[in-house]
């Protein structure tokens, strides 16, 4: 998916004002890519590590999906912007639209056709929230398992 991003796509996401702004950019990146796709699903923000480490968790897993034949979407270029609006977000509590925005209008586009969940991802709520969308709309789900796509000393 990263070979389907412009540069006109990498300044919309800097300038994208909300997550549903966000969501749109991806969708039309989405779009253009003729396969069905797979998304990596775990524990970034809440669930145990640090953003860092998690995010260094993804990366591998995706990489390694990659590697394997799987055509990945990659949340990991929206990160930066998403992190942005997290911090500018109003709202009390956990930051429910990166879920409802951002999320759900790419899953419910069904061009993501498996989700592989990294370990522990029940102690995370957007990837608990993942778990359930995907499964009401019938998208294969696969868990990954513990210190074989990637990295567990990442945690430590």
């Excluded at 480490?53 to 993804?58: C, D, E, G, L, V």
């Excluded at 009390?92 to 925005?101: I, S």
């Excluded at 969308?133 to 294969?140: A, C, P, Q, S």
Aim: glycine share 6%; charged share 25%; aromatic share 12%.
């Amino acid at each position: 998916m990263i070979a389907h991003l412009t540069a006109e796509d990498r300044q919309m996401m800097v300038r994208a004002k909300n997550f549903s702004e966000l969501a749109e950019i991806a969708l039309r990146i989405i779009h253009k890519v003729p396969y069905s796709l797979t998304q990596v699903c775990g524990s970034i923000t809440t669930g145990g590590g640090t953003r860092a480490q998690n995010m260094r968790r993804f990366a591998l897993a995706i990489d390694r999906l990659s590697k394997s034949g799987e055509c990945m979407f990659s949340q990991m270029p929206f990160e930066k912007t998403m992190e942005r609006l997290v911090l500018s977000w109003n709202g009390k509590g956990y930051c429910w639209p990166v879920l409802e925005e951002f999320y759900r209008p790419i899953f419910e586009s069904q061009r993501i056709q498996r989700a592989y969940f990294l370990p522990r991802w029940e102690k995370s709520t957007g990837a608990t929230w993942e778990h359930d969308i995907l499964t009401r709309l019938g998208i294969e789900i696969w868990m990954l398992p513990d210190g074989v796509w990637y990295d567990r000393n990442i945690l430590d």
